[in-house]
Every structure is written in structure tokens, then in C-alpha cells.
């Protein structure tokens, strides 16, 4: 056995690959993972879109970065691609894919090579329509050919069983925590909290926030049918939505036919200080696993409300305030209660930072998937 595919004995290689629909909170968990196994004496590498690593600095955690392309999801694997990968995967002792479309072309590049392939899965809505068929069956065979395959909800582990999948584990990532700053004093940090509201027009008006891609699973619809219904209120609350996306235009024509109390903020690299000048996080997303913005709000103290989906419950316990998905009238009525009720706030604030407490560390996470390194290489 080379030196690089031994066990702790020696130094394990680990290649992490990292799909184009594996989502921001994915790259930033496996930037996390990555620089904790480097800390750790284990030699990684990353394969994944450049822009990933422009915007993860996989490279500056000590890993190598190999840029690989691996497009969006279809049922086939391009032969460039597989070749890319199965170069990087050379000497591996491990092979992590993020996402079931990177499993797929991870498993196709190792070709039935005897490697322990680890998939964790982030996510994804259960597939529906005709574009479902190819899903379900993209769904099916990444798990059923993966060693293990990490979940980050319960409800993921279960529908990894159901599929197929040999050994399935619930694996909660953990959400990168900003680096360190000098705390402001309290002074300083109310003029920017007050700036920044007054930049987007809340100096005497409710302000909340929604974070997210402008892509349908966020569920802005339901976001712009709640504020329709509360856009006759005075004060009317202020709806920020930071994200990219493309459905962008569309939004924006309907925000203004509408004349919807909403301001698309683009993509954002302030929003620490957006989620200290909010009043409430608002997540209205169709499904979540692991919600990156429902872990920030919760860990800054900003009350939330969001839509009952997926694994949010979960996360977020008693913490928060949950709807049922598609009723905009239930939404508008959990913010105008919030708003109309300052201690309850407060109470969701205190809340919110206990339940973020009982959450896993990064240093819990990368133990967890050591651990699993550990086992998959001591058998193989």
C-alpha cells in the first residue's frame, strides 16, 4: 500500500469533489472540513469548479485545488471529466463527493477501483415531474454505489435508506463561523446598524431579511404574496432580499407591478451587518436540509420565521417561528405577530442563541468524518 492510501499510520489522502449544484452552503462547510483534515495531518485535495475556489479559497487552507468542470446535472458522465478525476483521484485512500451529482461522476471516475467512496448529501427537494425521472434515477444510483453516504438531516438518512443505500449516517454540518473581529462598542455598532438601515429605507419601518439564490426552491413567491398582504400596513415592513439568480428579472418585474414593499440587494459580503440592522430573518424556502441562513440568524439572535420544510425543524427547534409552505396569509400573519410583540422577540433571540449552542463544532465535524476515514480505510 503507497504511503498516500494508508491509514492513520501513514499520511491518508483525501479528495474531496465538489459539484456545480452542491449549493453556498456546501462550499462553505467543505472549505471548513478541508483546512480542519489539513490541521490534522491528512493530505487533500479539492476537485470543483474554479469559481469555487475563487470564492472558498480552497487553496489557503493548505489543500490543492484541481479545477474540473463538472456541469450541471444530466445522465451522462463527459468523458474530459471522468478523466480529470480519475487523474486527481491517483494515490487517493479516500474519495468525498459533495452532492449526488458529484457521487455519480465520482463513482464513474474510480471505474469499481477498491476506494472507499464517501457521499454527503446537502440536500435537494424530492424530485417530481419528468425532469424527476432522471433525478430519481441519478438519486438512486450515486447512494446505492457509495460506501457511506452522509446526511446532513434525519430526513435525508431516511431517504437514503429508502433508495438504497448501503450504510447511511446522519452527519449535521456544521456552519462556518466568520473569522474574529474586535467587538464594536455599543455605540459604534448602533450608527452602522442605524446606517444601515436608513441605506435601504427602514429608518422608521419594520426591516426583514431573506437571503438566497433567485432560484424557485427559495420560495420568493410565497415571500411576495405575504408582502402583498401586508404592503397596505403603515408602517408597511421592508422586505431585503441579498442574492443572485435567475429569476431575477422576473422578480423585479413583479415587485414593481405589484408595488411590493421589497428591494433586491444583489449578491452581498456584508451580510453579518444586514443581519445585525434586521428585525427578522424571513426563509420561505419550498425545502431545506440544513439551512446556512437559518444557522446565522440563530447564532446572531435575529428572530425567525420560517416555512416548515425539509429539515428545518430539526435545526431550529422551538427557536423560531415555522409556517406551512404555500400560505402566504400564515406567513404575513407570523411577521405582523412578531412585530406587534417585542418581548416575544427578544424571547426568540435568547432562544435562538441556546439552540445554536447545542449545534456540532467544526472541530466536531471534521472528528466525525475522521472517524469514518478511519473505519472505511482500516477495512479496505
Do not use: N
Not at 500500500?1 to 459539484?19: D, I, K, N, W, Y
Not at 463538472?70 to 478523466?83: E, S
Not at 433567485?214 to 442574492?243: F, H, N, R, T
Request: hydrophobic letters at 45%.
Amino acid at each position: 500500500m503507497s504511503r498516500t492510501s494508508e491509514p492513520f499510520g501513514g499520511q491518508l489522502h483525501a479528495v474531496h469533489v465538489l459539484g456545480t449544484a452542491a449549493g453556498a452552503g456546501a462550499g462553505a462547510h467543505v472549505s471548513s472540513l478541508v483546512g480542519g483534515l489539513v490541521a490534522r495531518g491528512v493530505e487533500v485535495t479539492v476537485c470543483g469548479p474554479a469559481a469555487a475556489e475563487a470564492d472558498y479559497g480552497f487553496g489557503g487552507t493548505g489543500a490543492r485545488f484541481v479545477p474540473v468542470d463538472l456541469g450541471a446535472r444530466r445522465a451522462r458522465a463527459d468523458a474530459p471529466v471522468v478523466g480529470a478525476l480519475r487523474a486527481a483521484f491517483h494515490g487517493a485512500g479516500v474519495v468525498h463527493a459533495h452532492g449526488l451529482w458529484a457521487g455519480f461522476l465520482a463513482a464513474v471516475a474510480l471505474g469499481g477501483r477498491r476506494v472507499p467512496l464517501v457521499v454527503t448529501w446537502h440536500g435537494g427537494a424530492p424530485a417530481e415531474g419528468g425532469r424527476g425521472v432522471v433525478l430519481r434515477w441519478l438519486e438512486r444510483r450515486a447512494l446505492r454505489t457509495a460506501t457511506v453516504v452522509l446526511g446532513v438531516s434525519s430526513e435525508l438518512v431516511d431517504r437514503a435508506r429508502a433508495l438504497g443505500a448501503k450504510d447511511a449516517r446522519f452527519a449535521p454540518a456544521a456552519v462556518p463561523r466568520p473569522a474574529g473581529r474586535p467587538p464594536r462598542p455599543p455605540e459604534e455598532g448602533e450608527r452602522l446598524r442605524q446606517k444601515t438601515r436608513a441605506d435601504h429605507g427602514a429608518v422608521d419601518r419594520p426591516l426583514l431579511l431573506a437571503v438566497g439564490m433567485l432560484e424557485p426552491q427559495q420560495g420568493y413567491d410565497l415571500l411576495l404574496d405575504a408582502a402583498g398582504l401586508w404592503a397596505g400596513e403603515d408602517p408597511a415592513p421592508l422586505v431585503a432580499i441579498a442574492g443572485e439568480g435567475a429569476r431575477r428579472a422576473e422578480l423585479e418585474r413583479r415587485i414593481g407591478a405589484e408595488r411590493l414593499p421589497v428591494v433586491l440587494l444583489g449578491r452581498r459580503d456584508d451580510v453579518p451587518d444586514l443581519l445585525a440592522a434586521a428585525d427578522l430573518v424571513v426563509l420561505p424556502s419550498r425545502w431545506e436540509a440544513r439551512p446556512l441562513m437559518a444557522q446565522e440568524a440563530l447564532h446572531a439572535g435575529v428572530p425567525l420565521v420560517a416555512t416548515d420544510v425539509g429539515g428545518t425543524r430539526e435545526l431550529v427547534g422551538d427557536a423560531a417561528v415555522l409556517v406551512p409552505y404555500g400560505d402566504p396569509l400564515g406567513l404575513a400573519r407570523a411577521v405582523a405577530d412578531l412585530m406587534a410583540d417585542p418581548a416575544r422577540r427578544t424571547a426568540l433571540s435568547v432562544a435562538g442563541r441556546a439552540q445554536a449552542a447545542t449545534w456540532p463544532s467544526e472541530d466536531d465535524t471534521v472528528a466525525q468524518v475522521l472517524s469514518v476515514y478511519d473505519e472505511l480505510t482500516q477495512r479496505a
